[in-house]
């Protein structure tokens, strides 16, 4: 098992930073796929970004791809999500998500443990 917990959301004006952090306990990271996801209101949950245990490999979705960088530190069993010019369509709870399987992948399915979540709001 893995827990997750999310912290570093907010409220930002549009074109600001936001720095997301997911420690994670219950077991060591460092062999699992790490991704972060969002949510709308009244929207499905949605891909931003995913990164491989070694940090090698990383994929992101679109309408991030430039702005958005995914990191982690395995020794602090922590994955960071740096979000940067962000815009209000970007406004979203944000969700860290573990995979203990090597592969990256985009898929809420592809993930087996979940975090409650934290709100970035970016107003215009």
């Known amino acids: 098992q893995v827990q997750l917990v999310e912290s570093g959301g907010g409220l930002v004006q549009a074109g600001g930073s936001l720095r997301l952090s997911c420690a994670a306990s219950?077991?060591?990271?460092?062999?699992?796929?790490m991704g972060w996801f969002r949510q709308a209101p009244g929207k499905e949950r949605e891909f931003v970004a995913a990164i491989s245990w070694s940090s090698v490999s990383t994929s992101y979705s679109d309408s991030v791809k430039g702005r958005f960088t995914i990191s982690r530190d395995n020794a602090k069993n922590t994955v960071y999500l740096e979000m940067h010019s962000l815009k209000p369509d970007d406004t979203a709870v944000y969700y860290c998500a573990a995979r203990p399987l090597p592969v990256v992948v985009t898929t809420t399915q592809g993930y087996a443990f979940w975090g409650q979540g934290t709100q970035v709001t970016v107003s215009s």
């Open positions: 219950g077991r060591a990271i460092k062999s699992t796929t």
